[in-house]
Every structure is written in C-alpha cells, then in structure tokens.
C-alpha cells in the first residue's frame, strides 16, 4: 500500500514505532534513556507544524500540547478541560532499536515472521487473531518489539489531535495531549505537574484490545524478612548453632502455593516471594503482595506478620526481623467517585461501534498513579496485543477505532451534561 493510501494514524504509526526509546531499569535519572527525546522532538516539531501554540517539551521528556476550546465566550456552561496520555518508551525486556514494522493483510491461520522463523503466532495462541481474518496488521520483522505499546497510544492521539484541527467546525473544549517518558521502568509520571496540566479527568491510552477500559487495578505491597542466626564450627554445633536459613525455608512456608502469581488470575490476589537468599548467619526473604481489595490486602500483611511470629515461637533463638511499604492503590476508589469518567468513555466506544470491555489491570498503571495524584484517569485500549514481546501486533482498524473513540470523548464532554464533574 502507498503511503498516501494509508490512514493517518498508520502512517504516524510507522514513523514512530521505527525510533529508538527503549527505557532502562534502575536509573536516577528521568528521563531513563536520553534516545527517548528522539520521539519527543519529532511530536513536538509535528505538534507546532499542526499549529499548536502551546507545546512545551520539558527536561523531563514530557511533552503537553493544548487544543484550546473553541467553543467561545458565549458557551454558557462550562466545559472541563480534559487530557489523553500515552508513554513514549517501550520496555527494556526486549530489544526496540531498528523496528522494521510490516503492514499485511492476515489470511487466517497462523503469523510467521521471515526475519526470525523460531517465531509464529498462532490462534490457539491469541483467541483475538480468529476476529482479525481479512484485516490490516502490523507486526515487527520478528527481530525487536514492535512497539505497539504505546506508539500506537501516541499515533492514535496525534491523529486525533491533526483531525481536530483540520476540522475547526468541531466544537470541543479544552484538550491538553501528554507524552510522557519510562512508564516501563515505573517512572512514567513522577515528573509530571499534575496541578498545572490544570485538567479535570484524562485517559491514558495505553490498553490492549478493542474496547478494552481499565479502571481497576492492584493495591500493592512489598517487604522483607530478615534472618539472623549463629554460626559456630559444624563440628562443635550441637546445641549451640543457629542456622538462619533453616529458619528461612520455614518462613517461605507463610507463602501459600495456592496464592502465588502462578496459581491465581482475574480478580484473586497473591503473595510473591521475589527473592531468598540465605547463609547460617544470615537470611533474607524479599516478597510482594497484591489484591484488588485493600482489605483483602491488609489481610494478607496480617497473615505474613502471623506467620512470621509463628517461626519465631519455634526458633527463639534466631532473630526474625519483617518490614512492610506500601505500594501504588486501585485507581477504582477515585473512579468510584468519579463514575461519568468511565462511563463517558463507554458510550463514546458505543458511539463508535466498540463493545466496551471493562477489566481490571493485574498491576499498576501511570493512570492509577495520577488518579491519587487528583487526576481520575482511566486506561483506554489502544489496540495492540502480545506486549513487551518479538510477537507484539496492532490491527490497523483497532488503532482507527481508538482515535474515533478519543474524538467522541471530546464530543461528549463537550456537548452535554455528560461530561461535567
Ligand atoms: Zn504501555
């Protein structure tokens, strides 16, 4: 297909998936890879040749744009200012440098890839590819990521915010456009002033498959056990040595098999022991706790605590030490408060022949974050599958129906009651 003949948001698609932005775990520094102002430059210099006043690319790699209202001083009730957000990085778990992404109609049947033929999906694999026969997708060649995620967040509001204005007869309110960098590395937000976006609500549009709303997502925990024993002469032990990681492979018994992240899906929680590590003098187990219920979670604090005094009573000898932090928060007790956030997004998918799906995120999201940040920000689909992952893919008409999706939230907002907080 000539370029020309491509939609907007495809063209915009390519161009930007094929820049470098892998971000990287464990840095200071925000941004995490400097290669992610690569991208952020090219929307900036997009954004002014739109016309766009307001476009400010900070130190920080964020990157917001406003559409102003153009509804005019007559409009009597006011609309809220709203925003759409995507994240411009793509995860360090696998290699995002020269994408060569390839446009084909799928037959059917499984993908292969003639750059890595180890590589194939299939739909016993991914149940979504048995709708897409006879659709446009975009896969890498097989050799990196494709960056979907979430490229294809950024191209669907850069459409979104072109067809906006080339269509001034549009009447909208207030629309601030945020690119923000490391959402892979967990850092995506940190640098963003959430008060002087100045918005009522946003969305990030960074889910998977059509129709797809996150508005719920884990409470979160972590901490550590440690362990320390009393090492003599094995030969001189008797009575006298304390080994800490026998101690340690008794505390691992407070993680239940059954509440493991390999044993629960959906809406369960689970109890994770991420690291143990153990010598006679000393232990240290490293764990993490999840659940969409804060009670449930507090729960599952009270059950380590529990245990922990447990195996303290049979070895008194050793000292047993645990420590909690407190982790990000379901999103779901400020939407709870905020519920035409959600809904608004749900009929502007109606309103473009998307079935709204919602889910609840088994993890935590940059939306979740603002959402206590004072920014209620749901996660909308933005139509790619297989993240972080040789086998990521994005029909070309699912990237279409979330730049629809994006117009019709600003309609709405923008034209009745709906959109009012
Ligand atoms: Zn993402």
């Known amino acids: ?13 390519l161009r930007y998936a094929q820049v470098h932005t892998t971000s990287a775990n464990d840095q200071d520094a925000i941004p995490s890879t ?12 997009e954004l002014k040749e739109m016309g766009l006043k307001d476009v400010v690319l900070d130190e920080h790699c964020i990157l917001v744009a406003t559409i102003p209202s153009n509804l005019g001083p007559a409009h009597e009730t006011p609309v809220p200012a709203i925003c759409f957000i995507a994240h411009v990085d793509t995860s360090p778990e696998e290699p995002g440098e020269n994408v060569q992404p390839r446009v084909f109609t799928y037959e059917g049947g499984t993908i292969t890839f003639p750059a890595n033929l180890g590589l194939a999906i299939s739909p016993e694999e991914l149940p979504a590819l048995s709708r897409l026969a006879g659709q446009r997708l975009v896969t890498s060649d097989g050799t990196t990521l494709l960056g979907a995620d979430d490229k294809a967040g950024v191209a669907e509001i850069m459409a979104a915010a072109a067809w906006l204005v ?30 002087k976006l100045g918005v009522a609500y946003g969305y ?9 709303i996150e508005a719920e997502c884990f409470n979160a925990a972590s901490g550590s056990i440690t362990i320390q024993g009393y090492n003599v002469h094995p030969g001189y032990a008797y009575g006298t040595m304390v ?3 026998r101690v340690m492979r008794d505390l691992l018994g407070i993680f239940p098999d059954e509440s493991a992240p390999e044993t629960t899906r959906d809406r369960q929680g689970y109890l994770h022991v991420t690291r143990a590590v153990g010598s006679v003098n000393e232990a240290k187990i490293d764990f993490i706790l999840r659940d969409f219920d804060q009670d449930a979670l507090h729960a599952k604090v009270d059950a380590v605590k529990g245990g922990v005094a447990g195996v303290q009573r049979r070895w008194p000898a050793a000292r047993i030490a645990v420590a909690f932090k407190e982790g990000y928060r379901n999103m779901k007790a400020v939407m709870d408060q905020n519920p035409k956030v959600v809904e608004l997004a749900e009929a502007a998918m109606r309103g473009a022949g998307v079935e709204p799906i919602r889910k609840a995120i088994r993890g935590g999201t940059d939306g979740a974050r603002l959402s ?7 996660n909308l689909f933005a139509g790619g599958m297989n993240f972080h992952s040789k086998k990521e893919l994005v029909p070309v008409g699912w990237m279409e129906k979330a730049v629809q999706v994006i117009l019709n939230i600003i309609k709405i907002v923008s034209t009745n009651q709906e959109g009012r907080k």
Do not use: I
């Open 34 to 45: 400097t290669c992610q102002f690569d991208l952020a430059m090219m929307l900036e210099r």
């Open 204 to 212: 990030t549009v960074d889910g998977d498959e059509v129709g797809v």
């Open 243 to 245: 080994n800490a990681s």
């Open 372 to 378: 206590f940040m004072g920014l209620p920000c749901p």
């Open 1 to 13: 297909m000539e370029q020309k003949d491509m939609p907007d948001v495809l063209r915009r698609f």
């Open 166 to 195: 080339q269509h001034p007869e549009f009447r909208h309110g207030t629309v601030k456009l945020v690119f923000t960098p490391d959402e892979e590395v967990g850092k995506g937000v940190d640098a963003l002033d959430v008060e």
